[in-house]
């Protein structure tokens, strides 16, 4: 057995391990001097060793429960094949009774896996009695997919997609050139950066609603800096009048508030960005969406069946509750550095400083502490909101609490912000107001895990990605290609070890 030195980069593998909330596999090392190899041969077991051998049950656990999972996916095909459309039913969970506290969140993510796992027909309501369209036809999307997982499957459960998985949004329903191409990013961590956003959108109003009243007051108008959670927004200024002026605001709406999905930052939430979602890649519209929608976005048929396929209700509200919640509850990303086999752990450790020191972390902010860990879901039927613990519900690993000072750190890798990437990145027009070149921070967390990189999937290694920044991010990008290759290779090697946790999935 290997047993890393005390050595600087050492002490900070423990931390990066801790910090983050590593699973089971890496934290199976004592802390203090992690141990790199889970190596069978060498001296007597000591506490750290007997650690390994409850990874190796639980890796046997984990085999035991894919298996079983798989065979119960069998038994389920069998029920279909006898009774159609019966799984996707049994997920049509009345929000009522999710308000009244009727379903535990246990079960809501058991029911949403069902929905993200599904395969939506034309008898469930899938796209509006047509075919597939690869190239989405303006705001009515195509459909071009029979599930979430037809393109968020790659590097683990409602993972990324692949470049062939590509969505075409908003073309001519044709022409791959009229369309803007996206990939699909992974939704790892995904109710966490909802979480944040939901913080930072109240500090920055809270910010907002102090300088109202210090304009009001002074009869002059008062001109504040906008930061939250550590993370500047540029300036607004509050009028005497009480007139905003929003000028100088930086990287989030005027409204102030953070919209961190879709890769231009279109939505604040899950629960609407996933109602889009089904609407665009499915044709599966929510009952509210049906019955108030714009036409252009829903169809123009008589409602409530405005895509006028013979099917309404597709979607009801308790499932796509049950969808967000599952989406909500998905795994952390962890930092596992290499474990000393092939690369040396002291070159992660280096990766790490220059990711500080090239001003890669200026937008790709390190770390987000958070006080509180609850995700609250509000329902749109009622006075009454969902409230998920991502300290304890959901699939591990998850957020955890630091002793030191009583916070949660999120090794999220991103500011939540918008940032001019230049010409070479920039799509060939602006979406929903948003300039064509502008883009949210992807978080970096799970990266080795989410290729391929960049907005539309276009670089195909994590070092094509970087060397694509353009725009506020050209400084930063171009002290990476100043680098002697040895340099360069330490970054990667940090960006590499930005990833999910080990885990057993049957197919
Ligand atoms: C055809 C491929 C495709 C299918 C099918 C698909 N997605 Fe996506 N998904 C994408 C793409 C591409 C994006 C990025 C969209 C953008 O940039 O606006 C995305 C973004 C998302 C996001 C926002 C993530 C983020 O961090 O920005 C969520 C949440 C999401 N999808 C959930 C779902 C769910 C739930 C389903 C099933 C109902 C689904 N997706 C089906 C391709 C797909
Ligand atoms: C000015 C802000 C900014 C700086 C500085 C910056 N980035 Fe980025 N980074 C972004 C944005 C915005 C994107 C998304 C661009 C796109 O999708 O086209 C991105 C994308 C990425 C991606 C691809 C992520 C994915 O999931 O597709 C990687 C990897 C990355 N950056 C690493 C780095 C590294 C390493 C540095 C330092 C050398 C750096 N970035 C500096 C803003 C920045």
């Known amino acids: ?120 027909t034309i008898a469930d309501g899938l796209g509006d009695g047509g075919g597939l369209l690869r190239v989405h036809r303006g705001e009515r999307g195509g459909p071009d997919a029979f599930g979430c997982r037809d393109c968020h499957f790659r590097g683990g459960p409602a993972g990324s997609g692949d470049a062939s998985a590509n969505a075409y949004l908003t073309g001519d329903g044709a022409t791959q050139r009229s369309a803007l191409s996206r990939n699909p990013p992974s939704l790892a961590g995904a109710g966490l950066v909802e979480l944040l956003a939901a913080e930072m959108s109240r500090e920055l109003q809270a910010i907002r609603t102090r300088l109202a009243e210090q304009a009001s007051r002074s009869g002059e108008s008062a001109r504040g800096k906008l930061t939250a959670l550590g993370v500047e927004f540029g300036w607004l200024t509050v009028g005497a009048d009480g007139r905003l002026d929003a000028k100088e605001v930086e990287g989030v709406d005027a409204d102030l508030v953070l919209r961190p999905f879709g890769r231009k930052g279109r939505f604040a939430t899950l629960r609407e960005t996933i109602e889009e979602k089904l609407r665009i890649h499915h044709g599966m519209q929510t009952t509210r969406l049906a019955a108030s929608g714009d036409p252009a976005r829903v169809g123009a048929h008589r409602r409530p069946d405005p895509d006028g396929d013979g099917i309404v209700d597709e979607i009801v509200e308790g499932q ?116 064509r070149g502008q883009f949210i921070t992807p978080p970096l967390w799970g990266l080795s895990r989410s290729g391929p990189w960049l907005h539309d999937g276009r670089a195909p290694t994590i070092e094509d990605a970087i060397l694509l920044h353009g725009g506020e991010a050209q400084a930063s990008r171009d002290r990476f290609a100043a680098l002697s290759e040895k340099e360069r290779a330490s970054l990667r090697v940090y960006l590499t070890s930005l990833t999910r946790a080990r885990r057993l999935v049957a197919p």
């Open 320 to 435: 796509l509750t049950a969808l967000t919640t599952f989406v909500a509850l998905q795994e952390m990303p962890t930092v596992e550095p290499p474990q000393g086999g092939l690369v040396p752990v002291t070159m992660w450790a280096e990766g790490r400083r220059r990711f500080e020191s090239l001003g890669c972390a200026s937008c790709h902010t390190v770390s987000l502490r958070l006080e509180r860990p609850t995700l609250s879901l509000p329902s749109r039927e009622a006075d009454a909101a969902l409230k998920l613990d991502l300290s304890r519900d959901g699939r591990g690993p998850r957020l955890q609490l630091q002793t030191a000072d009583e916070s949660y750190r999120v090794f999220l890798h991103s500011d939540l912000k918008r940032h001019d990437m230049g010409p070479a990145l920039a799509e060939s027009r602006d979406e929903a107001g948003i300039p």
């Open 1 to 120: 057995m290997r047993r890393a030195t005390r050595s600087r980069g050492g002490a900070l593998v423990a931390a990066a391990l801790v910090l983050s909330g590593a699973c089971c596999l890496v934290l199976a090392g004592d802390a203090k001097s992690p141990k790199q190899t889970a190596s069978t041969t060498g001296p007597k077991p000591s506490v750290s060793e007997q650690a390994t051998v409850d990874v190796a049950a639980s890796t046997l656990e984990q085999a035991r429960q894919a298996l079983a999972r798989d065979a119960w996916r069998r038994e389920l095909r069998f029920a279909e094949a006898v009774d159609p459309g019966r799984s996707l039913r049994s997920t049509r969970i009345s929000q009522q009774e999710i308000d009244q506290g009727r379903w535990t969140v246990e079960e809501l993510f058991a029911v949403g896996g069902r929905v993200f796992d599904a395969t939506f």
